[in-house]
């Protein structure tokens, strides 16, 4: 496996009897995942191996999966809660003013008057709008990251700059 790893999803429940498993904790399409191919699956015990992506297909808002030589529910029953791990070099360009969560995951934030409003720690998309989730003066902060309270996303500099909402950063 490349040494350029980054996370990329969690496997949650097998589906049916033949092996299918849902895919969680990701913001990637089936075509971006297909890209990838090869995977690193890691699990929670230290464990790791490699799988072979053979199918990714959306079901509802999940993302449903298949790889090589898991054929069964037991086998994919194996997996879950793994992590899936890949070559960031082998998914696509996200296009202008876009970037994959792998990418802004340890960003600096700051506000509009350059204050440190923490690092970037994961991105939640379980909302209607997607959510930053910064650690902030030892607590948990979730910060829109949409218009217009998203400023810049300067990712050579590894900074994001933010205008929260009044109060939020009172609560």
């Known amino acids: 496996m490349p040494t350029n790893l980054v996370f990329l999803g969690r496997l949650g429940r097998p589906h049916g009897i033949a ?55 037991e086998t994919a029953a194996l997996l879950v809660g793994g992590e899936l791990w890949g070559d960031a070099a082998k998914l696509p360009d996200p296009g202008p003013a876009t970037a994959y969560t792998f990418q802004l995951i340890g960003l600096k934030v700051v506000d509009s008057a350059g204050k440190d409003l923490g690092t970037v720690r994961d991105m939640s998309t379980a909302t209607a709008q997607p959510l930053y989730i910064v650690d902030y003066e030892g607590r948990e902060l979730l910060l829109p990251a949409y218009e217009p309270f998203l400023k810049r996303v300067d990712l050579a500099a590894g900074v994001i700059t933010v205008d929260p909402p009044p109060g939020l950063l009172e609560l």
Do not use: C, N
């Open 19 to 73: 092996g299918e498993i849902y895919v969680d904790r990701t913001s990637l399409t089936a075509e971006e995942w297909l890209a990838v191919g090869r995977l690193e699956w890691r699990g929670r015990g230290g464990q790791a191996r490699r799988l072979d992506l053979e199918t990714m297909k959306p079901t509802h808002d999940r993302l449903l999966a298949t790889f090589a030589g898991v054929r069964d529910r």
